[in-house]
């Protein structure tokens, strides 16, 4: 945290029986705030008590709170919103490889308490400006049965909760498990998914067991996870700030219906690489946050997903004019479809082109990636593009990658604007590292970068903002169902950006146009691959077969203020966004049809828009048949429009001053 974001701040300190401050006490005291500033958790004034006098700490803010607390000598968590539960009661601990456990008996030494709040702009967003501000409670804390030192932070902002571990002493510690719980309430469903799997709504108690003998197996789901109570509460487990650590899963537990269990990855998430069963860390270390984003409704969830940026560290980058975020299409691979892909990116709107996996021969056996195939000239592909201002992508498979400072170099020296990099599937420690590290190589060489695969985000597009994308992610690859589309906004694109393949004008849709249009303003994804499976460019020469185009032409991917209208998690969403003047809303259903009526009332007052209408047509006898109707109509924010969509369709809107 910089100086000038430093707020209020209280602490207590180690005292002799009578209250007094012993020599003693005071050198811990000392060694406490030095091992606590390294881990960057000091503050910047004490106050100082008696221990044993905070067997409970609670942060607070906005109607949500999170507690920790000592029971029966054992760390223990709960979080709770406008006082309905969130997480009930729920272990806390860390499981050392020597069998040390951190957490099951323990003393509390130090509580400290601060409340902050900043603002800051993002080179590009949901949102123009974040607010982060949160009450944070701080404990240090002793294993009675070791001897050893150790942290819990926990976090309480309008939007959510979060907690991490810390390991203040200097020393080196390797950790075996995470033993953070969390108990939802009764008759709670969890929305579970692994890999590029459908999501399952389940108990959870009641997990699919996944995996194979070559990756991590059990009853378990990635993160993001989205969990809806019976009180209408939502809520999402994510994590944040993921750095030098195994990425984390969530497992039911045996007899515990209601709960699920932190699991550190061992493995990569499609078996690849070594096995980790352990991580060492150099301390002062803090472990990544576990976040849980709430809302209150639906829609109100979704608006809180910037709760994972916040937890994240802060922009490393001095300069961020060169990333630009935008539109891309995959060129087939010739010299040819380069060329004409370039031509078609201009009359579309779009702002890059991109060679995909074989520009440089077969991705699983030729690992020099420093030369294309001789179907592309690929210096005068770049050469024409760039002289159009497109940028290009060159897609990398991580086999390529054994001296990735130097690619990089070779590519920036080519005119190359960003790398796609595929089969990334993270999951160990040296996984972590090797993706941190891809995305601060990439930065040095001022190259935007996309991953590709099993990754899933920790937030680090904060700290890295050139990291402009990541998959992990069942897309339009897959062509999915409705449900799982009107899924996603709640659980995936909570974490962060995910790279999805927009694919209109596909007959594999099994959803309408209408609705694949919508995607481009519901889901947040700032670099935005369309007409992903599209070959044959000629077949949009007719605009008049296509009255999606306009839309696609003039949709932004990043944006200065985003609200979500009505959503409801499986069923359906609709979320307006604002770049500059215009506002861009979609609205998108699963399979059953529906009007939504939304009040515009976030349009300034007394400006009158031109709201242009791509909606569902007359049902065709499938969804993909249906086409799309485009008509004009003046609004204010006084308007409510009635949304209608077909089975498995959609709307999409511009919203432009008249």
């Given at each position: 945290m910089?100086?000038?974001?430093?707020?209020?701040?209280?602490a207590?300190?180690p005292?002799d029986?009578?209250?007094?401050m012993?020599?003693?006490?005071i050198?811990?005291?000392?060694?406490?705030t030095?091992g606590?500033?390294?881990?960057g958790?000091a503050?910047s004034r004490?106050?100082y008590?008696?221990?044993g006098?905070?067997?409970?700490?609670?942060a607070?803010l906005?109607?949500?709170?999170?507690t920790?607390?000592v029971v029966d000598?054992a760390?223990?968590?709960?979080?709770?919103?406008d006082g309905?539960?969130?997480?009930?009661?729920?272990?806390?601990?860390?499981?050392?490889?020597?069998?040390?456990v951190?957490?099951?008996?323990?003393?509390v030494?130090d509580?400290?308490?601060?409340?902050?709040r900043t603002k800051?702009?993002?080179?590009y967003g949901r949102?123009?400006t974040?607010?982060?501000?949160f009450q944070?409670?701080?404990?240090?804390l002793r294993?009675t049965?070791?001897?050893?030192?150790?942290?819990v932070?926990?976090r309480a902002y309008?939007t959510?909760?979060?907690?991490?571990?810390?390991?203040p002493?200097?020393r080196t510690a390797?950790?075996?498990?995470?033993?953070t719980t969390?108990v939802?309430p009764d008759?709670t469903?969890v929305?579970?998914a692994?890999?590029?799997?459908?999501?399952?709504?389940?108990?959870?108690g009641?997990?699919?067991v996944?995996g194979?003998?070559?990756t991590?197996?059990?009853?378990?789901?990635?993160?993001p996870l989205?969990?809806t109570f019976p009180d209408g509460l939502?809520?999402?487990?994510c994590?944040?700030a993921r750095?030098d650590?195994?990425r984390l899963m969530?497992?039911s537990?045996?007899?515990?219906?209601?709960?699920l269990?932190?699991f550190?990855?061992?493995h990569?998430a499609?078996?690849t690489?070594?096995?980790?069963?352990t991580a060492t860390v150099?301390t002062?270390?803090?472990?990544?946050?576990?976040?849980v984003?709430?809302g209150?409704?639906?829609?109100e969830l979704v608006d809180?997903?910037?709760?994972?940026?916040?937890?994240a560290?802060a922009?490393?980058?001095d300069d961020?004019?060169?990333?630009?975020p935008?539109k891309v299409f995959r060129c087939e691979?010739?010299?040819?479809?380069?060329?004409?892909?370039?031509?078609?990116?201009v009359?579309r709107?779009l702002?890059f082109?991109?060679?995909?996996a074989?520009?440089?021969g077969?991705?699983?056996?030729t690992?020099?990636a420093t030369?294309p195939i001789a179907?592309?000239?690929?210096?005068s592909?770049?050469?024409?593009?760039?002289g159009?201002?497109?940028?290009v992508?060159?897609?990398?498979?991580?086999?390529?990658?054994s001296?990735?400072d130097?690619l990089?170099a070779?590519?920036k020296s080519?005119g190359v604007?960003?790398?796609?990099l595929g089969?990334?599937?993270d999951g160990?420690q040296s996984?972590?590292n090797?993706i941190t590290?891809?995305?601060?190589t990439?930065?040095?060489?001022?190259?935007?970068?996309?991953?590709?695969?099993?990754?899933r985000p920790f937030?680090y597009?904060?700290?890295y903002?050139?990291?402009?994308?990541?998959?992990?992610?069942r897309?339009?690859?897959?062509f999915?169902?409705?449900?799982?589309?009107?899924?996603?906004p709640?659980?995936r694109?909570?974490g962060?950006p995910?790279d999805y393949?927009i694919c209109?004008?596909q007959?594999?849709n099994k959803?309408?146009?209408a609705?694949?249009?919508?995607?481009a303003?519901?889901?947040?994804?700032p670099?935005?691959?369309?007409?992903?499976y599209?070959?044959?460019?000629?077949?949009?020469?007719?605009?008049?077969?296509?009255?999606?185009?306009?839309?696609f032409n003039?949709v932004?991917?990043t944006?200065?203020?985003?609200?979500?209208l009505?959503a409801?998690?499986?069923?359906?969403i609709?979320?307006?966004?604002?770049?500059?003047?215009?506002?861009?809303?979609?609205?998108?259903?699963?399979?059953t049809a529906?009007?939504?009526s939304l009040?515009?009332s976030?349009?300034d007052?007394?400006?009158?828009?031109?709201?242009?209408?791509?909606?569902?047509?007359?049902?065709g006898?499938?969804?993909?048949?249906?086409?799309?109707?485009?008509?004009t109509?003046?609004?204010t924010?006084?308007?409510?429009?009635?949304?209608?969509?077909?089975t498995a369709?959609g709307q999409?809107?511009v919203?432009?001053p008249a």
């Amino acid at each position: 945290m910089r100086a000038s974001e430093h707020p209020e701040e209280h602490a207590v300190a180690p005292a002799d029986r009578s209250g007094t401050m012993s020599r003693r006490g005071i050198l811990r005291g000392a060694v406490v705030t030095a091992g606590m500033a390294a881990a960057g958790l000091a503050g910047s004034r004490a106050a100082y008590a008696a221990p044993g006098r905070c067997p409970e700490a609670t942060a607070r803010l906005g109607g949500t709170s999170v507690t920790v607390s000592v029971v029966d000598g054992a760390l223990r968590w709960s979080a709770a919103r406008d006082g309905r539960t969130v997480i009930g009661s729920s272990a806390l601990g860390l499981a050392l490889a020597d069998g040390t456990v951190l957490g099951s008996r323990v003393d509390v030494l130090d509580e400290r308490r601060r409340t902050v709040r900043t603002k800051w702009s993002p080179p590009y967003g949901r949102n123009a400006t974040v607010t982060d501000h949160f009450q944070e409670q701080r404990w240090l804390l002793r294993d009675t049965a070791s001897g050893i030192r150790f942290g819990v932070q926990i976090r309480a902002y309008k939007t959510g909760v979060a907690l991490r571990y810390v390991l203040p002493d200097p020393r080196t510690a390797a950790v075996a498990a995470e033993l953070t719980t969390f108990v939802f309430p009764d008759d709670t469903t969890v929305y579970s998914a692994r890999d590029e799997n459908p999501y399952v709504p389940v108990a959870p108690g009641a997990i699919p067991v996944t995996g194979t003998a070559d990756t991590d197996t059990g009853p378990l789901t990635d993160l993001p996870l989205a969990a809806t109570f019976p009180d209408g509460l939502i809520a999402c487990v994510c994590e944040s700030a993921r750095l030098d650590f195994p990425r984390l899963m969530l497992s039911s537990v045996d007899g515990q219906p209601n709960t699920l269990a932190a699991f550190l990855m061992e493995h990569t998430a499609r078996g690849t690489g070594q096995v980790e069963t352990t991580a060492t860390v150099t301390t002062p270390f803090a472990t990544p946050w576990r976040a849980v984003v709430i809302g209150s409704t639906h829609a109100e969830l979704v608006d809180n997903a910037e709760l994972v940026l916040n937890l994240a560290p802060a922009n490393e980058l001095d300069d961020t004019s060169w990333i630009k975020p935008g539109k891309v299409f995959r060129c087939e691979l010739t010299t040819a479809a380069g060329l004409a892909g370039a031509d078609f990116a201009v009359a579309r709107g779009l702002d890059f082109i991109e060679y995909d996996a074989g520009w440089y021969g077969p991705e699983f056996s030729t690992f020099d990636a420093t030369k294309p195939i001789a179907a592309i000239d690929l210096p005068s592909v770049i050469s024409y593009a760039t002289g159009k201002g497109l940028g290009v992508f060159l897609y990398v498979n991580q086999l390529a990658l054994s001296d990735p400072d130097s690619l990089f170099a070779l590519y920036k020296s080519w005119g190359v604007t960003g790398i796609k990099l595929g089969f990334i599937n993270d999951g160990t420690q040296s996984m972590t590292n090797q993706i941190t590290h891809w995305a601060q190589t990439a930065a040095r060489h001022r190259l935007l970068i996309d991953m590709h695969d099993d990754v899933r985000p920790f937030g680090y597009e904060r700290t890295y903002p050139n990291w402009v994308n990541m998959e992990g992610v069942r897309g339009n690859e897959q062509f999915p169902t409705a449900t799982h589309n009107v899924t996603l906004p709640f659980a995936r694109n909570i974490g962060g950006p995910m790279d999805y393949t927009i694919c209109y004008g596909q007959s594999r849709n099994k959803t309408t146009n209408a609705h694949q249009m919508a995607m481009a303003a519901v889901y947040y994804q700032p670099l935005n691959f369309l007409f992903w499976y599209d070959k044959t460019l000629s077949k949009y020469d007719n605009a008049a077969n296509w009255p999606g185009l306009p839309w696609f032409n003039a949709v932004p991917t990043t944006w200065d203020e985003s609200r979500t209208l009505a959503a409801s998690i499986g069923e359906y969403i609709a979320v307006a966004r604002r770049n500059g003047s215009s506002w861009y809303l979609g609205a998108m259903t699963n399979e059953t049809a529906r009007t939504l009526s939304l009040p515009l009332s976030f349009l300034d007052d007394g400006t009158t828009y031109t709201a242009t209408v791509y909606a569902d047509g007359t049902p065709g006898s499938s969804p993909y048949r249906t086409p799309v109707v485009v008509s004009t109509r003046t609004v204010t924010s006084a308007t409510t429009l009635d949304v209608a969509m077909a089975t498995a369709g959609g709307q999409a809107v511009v919203l432009t001053p008249a």
